[in-house]
C-alpha cells in the first residue's frame, strides 16, 4: 500500500520565507512558498517585487524519509501544529492558492476578527439570523447585545457562530 504525500506547513524565521524556498530546493524537497505580486513605492521609483503571501510560512512536500530532516535546514524553526501532530494542507488548498494568485495581484490576505461594536449575524443555534453588536471579546466567545421586541439581551456565543454582518 503506497502512502500519498501531504503537505505540512511550517514556520520560518521572519522574512526568511524565500530563503527557506531557496534551500528546500537544493535539498530536493518540493515545496511552495505562495508569492504575492505587489507594488512598492520608494522614494525615487515604482517597482513590482514578489512577497510572501503567508508571513513566516512555507508548504512543504517531503518523502517520508525526508519529513524529519526539514527541521535542520536552515531558517526553518518548526512544524505548525494542529491538535499535537504537524498541520496537513488538503492538495486541493494548494491548487485553489495558485489559482487565485495566478489571477490577481496584490492580495491581501485578512483575519476577520471580532472587535467592540461589530454588527454580527448569529449563524447558528435558536438565535439563528438574529442580528447584534459585539460588547466584548472572551478568548473563543463573543458577548453579544441583540435588540428586539422592545428588549435588549446580551449573550455569550462562541466565534465560530457568528458572522461579520457586511456593510452595504
Same mark, same amino acid.
Given at each position: 500500500?503506497?502512502?500519498?504525500? +501531504?503537505?505540512y506547513?511550517? %514556520?520560518?524565521?521572519?522574512?526568511?520565507?524565500? +530563503?527557506?524556498?531557496? /534551500?528546500?530546493?537544493?535539498?530536493?524537497?518540493? !515545496?511552495?512558498?505562495?508569492?504575492?505580486? #505587489?507594488?512598492?513605492?520608494?522614494?525615487?521609483?515604482k517597482?513590482?517585487v $514578489? =512577497?510572501?503571501?503567508?508571513?513566516? %510560512?512555507? $508548504?512543504?512536500?517531503?518523502?517520508?524519509?525526508?519529513?524529519? @530532516?526539514?527541521?535542520?535546514?536552515?531558517?526553518?524553526?518548526?512544524?505548525? %501544529?494542529?491538535?499535537?501532530?504537524?498541520?496537513?494542507? +488538503? =492538495? =486541493?488548498?494548494?491548487?485553489?492558492?495558485?489559482? $487565485?494568485? !495566478? =489571477?490577481? @495581484?496584490?492580495? &491581501?490576505?485578512?483575519? @476577520?476578527? /471580532?472587535?467592540?461594536?461589530?454588527?454580527?449575524v448569529?449563524?447558528?443555534?435558536?438565535?439563528?439570523n %438574529?442580528?447584534?453588536? #459585539?460588547?466584548?471579546?472572551?478568548?473563543?466567545?463573543?458577548?453579544?447585545?441583540?435588540?428586539?421586541?422592545? /428588549?435588549? /439581551? *446580551?449573550?455569550? $456565543?462562541? &466565534?465560530?457562530n457568528?458572522?461579520?454582518?457586511?456593510? *452595504?
Amino acid at each position: 500500500m503506497i502512502e500519498e504525500k +501531504k503537505w505540512y506547513v511550517i %514556520y520560518s524565521r521572519p522574512r526568511w520565507e524565500k +530563503k527557506v524556498a531557496s /534551500l528546500l530546493v537544493t535539498k530536493g524537497i518540493e !515545496h511552495y512558498c505562495p508569492l504575492n505580486k #505587489v507594488m512598492r513605492q520608494w522614494s525615487d521609483r515604482k517597482k513590482n517585487v $514578489f =512577497e510572501p503571501l503567508f508571513k513566516g %510560512y512555507v $508548504f512543504v512536500l517531503p518523502d517520508d524519509v525526508k519529513t524529519w @530532516d526539514i527541521k535542520s535546514i536552515a531558517g526553518i524553526v518548526n512544524f505548525v %501544529y494542529w491538535l499535537g501532530k504537524p498541520a496537513v494542507v +488538503k =492538495e =486541493e488548498e494548494i491548487n485553489i492558492i495558485k489559482k $487565485f494568485l !495566478h =489571477e490577481f @495581484d496584490d492580495v &491581501k490576505v485578512t483575519d @476577520d476578527k /471580532l472587535v467592540l461594536n461589530d454588527a454580527v449575524v448569529i449563524k447558528q443555534g435558536l438565535l439563528m439570523n %438574529y442580528k447584534g453588536i #459585539v460588547l466584548e471579546v472572551i478568548g473563543n466567545s463573543a458577548k453579544v447585545k441583540i435588540q428586539g421586541m422592545g /428588549l435588549t /439581551l *446580551t449573550a455569550l $456565543f462562541d &466565534k465560530k457562530n457568528l458572522q461579520k454582518k457586511i456593510k *452595504t
